[in-house]
């Protein structure tokens, strides 16, 4: 036992004195693995001597132990800890006697976060003085540290009935504040993921009506949900009913563990970062949003790769095929002359040929002015389609419906395409995804969420270490016309550049190689054939 109190000190010589660890009914859990207390053997007393002794030792101010119900890990009760102390300005010698203090939920509101939504902010400190009543301590409508931890349980850990006695506070703290507004401020966490931000984020009209779509029980699969900018938003729930309507939203239940997860530990999951560029379509709340909608095997990625850009590679169909067929699961957006925002996640690798393929992990998706995400039906496996060159059959990308009548149809122009549902495209169940049926397309981005991974016992060393720029005529023509050689020195290492998704353009991972495409000139009219297998 005394070893295990020497380690969990040993955890906070690297934290501040006032950081106490809190113990909940004799478990205490560190850093994911639970060390057993035997609190009925060993009463808090004798633990508490112990650990006396240890400070002494140390010289470290004597952390403290609370018993209450709790899931929280160390570093959680550090910080619910610290919130408390700041909050009330205690000193840090003081921490013996945290426990008793009580601090007003108007200065806990204000230790929060400032990127928390305000009225989320001041509904938690009201939420905590009255868990802090309920364990039986006489805060007068003040809140303590158990009162804070217990709070934090409910908003993080609790089930939607325990939740929904957080909305009733919430409504009565907020005048006039109701379901939009709720979904407004829960939807605010998308905007945590932006770095750069010091104030609680504004969510978009789109997001808003989508999470609204999510909430309602009336949504049935034959909706009408076609983007139309004259129709009127669907109705806003009824807050008295939010424990039904948030059970049914997944998307409303992640984000609102989200942002209180951050709101009491500081803390956000992980979210893929976009490297290669920025994007100049895509906003948090479209990335939140598709990135909750891919299948869990593309979740982990850490980055989406940016392969191409209108801007930066214009309208040439060769160069987007090379950047493209071949690479990896990716994901497309597309703008048409009339705003409209929209595109499709491709699973599987994309090839040429007159035959529909891929798998049942592509989607379809709208974002402006309607947001929406639209999945396999099962109807059939007209996942994905794309072709150039034939004489008799379409060239283009395609996803969903049938030939010459896709789900979403770009042709080898590049300057428009089609997207065709009456009402509904049978593959993704999606509807018109564009303002006009025939449209016109504005813009075009293509963002690599998986690479392609072969084993690389598959691949001719000689091939492997080729690329276009080591054709020295090629590469002295490309010099001669000014264009700079930015993959020059591309591929001569095995480690990729910070500019490449790890496992692209060759690059060895776990014992396998991800092939891409080698030409990072946008201008290059040709494909390097033999790079590829």
Same mark, same amino acid.
């Given at each position: 036992?005394?070893?295990?109190?020497?380690?969990?000190?040993?955890?906070? !010589?690297?934290?501040?004195?006032?950081?106490?660890? +809190?113990? &909940?009914?004799?478990?205490?859990?560190?850093?994911?693995?639970?060390? $057993?207390?035997?609190?009925?053997?060993?009463?808090?007393?004798?633990?508490?001597?112990?650990?006396?002794?240890?400070?002494?030792?140390?010289?470290?101010?004597?952390?403290?132990?609370?018993?209450?119900?709790?899931?929280?890990?160390?570093?959680?009760?550090?910080?619910?800890? %610290?919130?408390?102390?700041?909050?009330?300005?205690?000193?840090?010698?003081?921490?013996?006697?945290?426990?008793?203090? =009580?601090?007003?939920?108007?200065?806990?509101? !204000?230790?929060?976060?400032?990127?928390?939504?305000?009225?989320?902010?001041?509904? +938690?400190?009201?939420?905590?003085?009255?868990?802090?009543?309920?364990?039986?301590?006489?805060?007068?409508?003040?809140?303590?540290?158990?009162?804070?931890?217990?709070?934090?349980?409910?908003?993080?850990?609790?089930? $939607? #009935?325990?939740?929904?006695?957080?909305?009733?506070?919430?409504?009565? $703290?907020?005048?006039?504040?109701?379901?939009?507004?709720?979904?407004?401020?829960?939807?605010?966490?998308?905007?945590?993921?932006?770095?750069?931000?010091?104030?609680?984020?504004?969510?978009?009209?789109? &997001?808003?009506?989508?999470?609204?779509?999510?909430?309602?029980?009336?949504?049935?699969?034959?909706?009408?949900?076609?983007?139309? =900018?004259?129709?009127?938003?669907?109705?806003?729930?009824?807050?008295?009913?939010?424990?039904?309507?948030?059970?049914?939203?997944?998307?409303?239940?992640?984000?609102?563990?989200?942002?209180?997860?951050?709101?009491?530990?500081?803390?956000?999951?992980?979210?893929?970062?976009?490297?290669?560029?920025?994007?100049?379509?895509?906003?948090?709340?479209?990335?939140?949003?598709?990135?909750?909608?891919?299948?869990?095997?593309? !979740?982990?990625?850490? =980055?989406?790769?940016?392969?191409?850009?209108?801007?930066?590679?214009? !309208?040439?169909?060769?160069?987007?095929?090379?950047?493209?067929?071949?690479?990896?699961?990716?994901?497309?957006?597309?703008?048409?002359?009339?705003?409209?925002?929209?595109?499709? &996640?491709?699973?599987?690798?994309?090839?040429?040929?007159? %035959?529909?393929?891929? %798998?049942?992990?592509?989607?379809?998706?709208?974002?402006?002015?309607?947001?929406?995400?639209?999945?396999?039906?099962?109807?059939?496996?007209?996942? @994905?389609?794309?072709?150039?060159?034939?004489? #008799?059959?379409?060239?283009?990308?395609?996803?969903?419906? @049938?030939?010459?009548?896709?789900?979403?149809? +770009?042709?080898?122009?590049?300057?428009?395409?089609?997207?065709?549902?009456?009402?509904?495209?049978? #593959?993704?169940?999606?509807?018109?995804?564009?303002?006009?049926?025939?449209?016109?397309?504005?813009?075009?981005?293509?963002?690599?969420? /998986?690479?392609?991974?072969?084993?690389?016992?598959?691949?001719?060393? /000689? @091939?492997? /270490?080729?690329?276009?720029?080591?054709?020295? +005529?090629?590469?002295?023509?490309?010099?001669?016309?000014?264009?700079?050689?930015?993959?020059?020195?591309?591929?001569?290492?095995?480690?990729?550049?910070?500019?490449?998704? $790890?496992?692209?353009?060759?690059?060895?991972?776990?014992?396998?190689?991800?092939?891409?495409?080698?030409?990072?000139?946008?201008?290059?009219?040709?494909?390097? #054939?033999?790079?590829?297998?």
């Amino acid at each position: 036992m005394s070893t295990l109190l020497l380690e969990m000190y040993d955890q906070q !010589k690297d934290i501040a004195a006032s950081s106490l660890p +809190i113990m &909940f009914n004799g478990d205490y859990e560190m850093e994911g693995s639970t060390q $057993a207390i035997a609190g009925s053997l060993i009463g808090d007393s004798q633990i508490q001597t112990w650990i006396t002794a240890i400070s002494a030792a140390t010289n470290v101010t004597t952390p403290m132990i609370l018993t209450c119900e709790s899931r929280h890990t160390f570093h959680e009760r550090v910080a619910l800890t %610290n919130c408390v102390r700041k909050a009330g300005n205690f000193p840090q010698q003081d921490s013996q006697e945290l426990a008793n203090r =009580t601090v007003s939920p108007t200065a806990l509101s !204000k230790e929060l976060s400032q990127r928390v939504p305000e009225r989320i902010r001041v509904a +938690i400190g009201l939420f905590a003085a009255k868990c802090a009543q309920r364990h039986g301590q006489d805060s007068n409508n003040t809140v303590t540290l158990i009162g804070l931890a217990e709070a934090s349980r409910v908003l993080v850990f609790g089930n $939607a #009935t325990e939740k929904a006695d957080f909305v009733e506070v919430y409504a009565a $703290a907020n005048a006039g504040a109701g379901a939009k507004e709720l979904l407004q401020d829960i939807g605010a966490s998308v905007g945590l993921y932006e770095p750069k931000a010091n104030s609680a984020y504004v969510i978009n009209y789109s &997001f808003l009506w989508f999470l609204t779509e999510q909430s309602r029980n009336d949504v049935v699969a034959g909706d009408d949900t076609q983007s139309d =900018t004259s129709a009127s938003p669907p109705p806003f729930p009824d807050l008295a009913s939010f424990e039904t309507w948030f059970q049914q939203n997944r998307y409303l239940q992640n984000l609102w563990k989200v942002l209180f997860q951050f709101a009491f530990f500081g803390r956000l999951p992980e979210f893929p970062s976009m490297v290669g560029g920025s994007s100049s379509l895509l906003m948090v709340e479209d990335r939140y949003v598709l990135h909750a909608s891919l299948p869990s095997e593309f !979740k982990s990625e850490k =980055t989406w790769f940016r392969l191409f850009t209108g801007d930066q590679n214009g !309208k040439s169909w060769t160069v987007f095929m090379g950047k493209v067929v071949e690479a990896g699961s990716i994901l497309f957006v597309f703008r048409d002359k009339d705003d409209h925002v929209f595109g499709a &996640f491709a699973a599987a690798d994309l090839k040429t040929g007159p %035959n529909f393929f891929g %798998n049942s992990s592509s989607f379809l998706y709208s974002l402006r002015p309607r947001m929406g995400i639209y999945q396999s039906t099962g109807y059939n496996s007209n996942y @994905q389609y794309m072709n150039h060159g034939a004489a #008799t059959y379409p060239n283009g990308l395609g996803f969903g419906g @049938q030939l010459d009548y896709f789900g979403l149809w +770009i042709s080898s122009s590049f300057e428009g395409g089609h997207s065709k549902a009456s009402p509904r495209s049978t #593959t993704f169940d999606s509807p018109r995804l564009s303002n006009k049926e025939e449209f016109t397309l504005d813009y075009c981005e293509a963002w690599l969420i /998986k690479p392609k991974e072969v084993d690389d016992r598959l691949i001719d060393p /000689k @091939q492997a /270490k080729k690329s276009v720029l080591d054709d020295d +005529i090629t590469s002295s023509l490309l010099e001669m016309s000014g264009r700079r050689m930015y993959s020059k020195e591309v591929g001569r290492d095995d480690e990729p550049s910070n500019n490449e998704p $790890a496992g692209y353009m060759r690059s060895a991972v776990n014992g396998k190689v991800a092939l891409g495409d080698f030409v990072d000139v946008a201008e290059v009219e040709f494909v390097y #054939t033999s790079s590829r297998l």
